[in-house]
């Protein structure tokens, strides 16, 4: 049974993103509504080139900078027939909100605005970011922001069920290409089929033993995409055929270590290649951002930071399985952790969804988390 809309600023905030769609690349009036918020908690506001909106709070006094993250963006709205919940309907129920992006990640943004705008003598600044393509350009679009405002203290907001993120898996796309020779299929002899070629690469890559690590487990490498040309052919034999994978990476991995695992696997396949995917797309701006598909997995060495920042919320440590913004920070040697309302089984799926009382718990948790960045 639907619930009537309780007076929490926290929720009401998180509805009203929710009944926004916010595509990767089609952020404009999600950024539009993060600008309004921020304005309206006493933010100092600004949009980028990217289009990332960012607001900052200044305390009495010079101190830490402690950055906020969480994107703007949400996958797709795969088969709307098949969800019960109108999928930006933002609906209450169950103790619930209901709807594409609310667990990932726009409920982490609407508690992280609430807590900042509640801090009070305070000294150092806290930023808050709304940044867009996490989804596809994960982490391009918080370079810049770390560029500008060289923090001190990193908080990402994920799924995590309020628990401290301590390590992140990658992710890199990798792409295979074979190349045959075409040639009539009653006679497939005077060709080349390239076909027969890549799948031999795919089960070469499947055999391959993954790395373990003791916190995140096991790399992935999965195939998500295969084609050949000519496409819709009557009956030719395949002179090209490309697939791509998803790859979970661990610490350590590298896009040079990933690749050379990859290709002393083929060795002896002639006419097959491999690379890492290119990825290129304007953001709601226009502003283009284009990247190598390689974002880095991070894992934190136990220190008082940490120690404090785990008593403060009083939770235990969390390793994602997932990619995020974090791997910015991470690479800049930044002391980075993941934290957020909702779980990342509760992202993606039809009917996404997240509990009003890990949003509302979670304003109190990032005020926490904050205070420990500054000092207090």
Known sequence: MTQPAPCSPVVDLCRAFVRIPSLSGQEGAMARAAAEAMGAFGFAVETDACGSVVGVRRGSGPGPTVLLDAHMDTVPVTRPEAWAHAPHGAELAEGRIWGRGAADTKGSLAAMLCAVAGLEDFVGTVVVSASVGEEDLTSAALEPILDRYRPDLVLVGEPTSLRLGVAQKGRAGVLLEATGRSAHSSRPELGDNAVYKLLE????????????????????????????????????????CTARLALRLLPGETAATVLARISAALVGLEGVSVRLAHLARPCHTGHLVEMDEFIPAWKNAATGLQARLLAALGTAAFAAPYTTNASAAAQRGLPVFLLGPGAIEQAHISDEWLAVAELEAAVPAYAAAIRVGLGG
């Open 201 to 240: 690469a795919v089960a070469r890559l499947r055999a391959l033993p993954l790395p373990v690590d003791a916190d995140l487990g096991a790399g992935v490498c999965e195939l998500i995409e295969i084609g050949s040309e000519p496409r819709q052919s009557q009956g030719m034999v395949p002179h090209l």
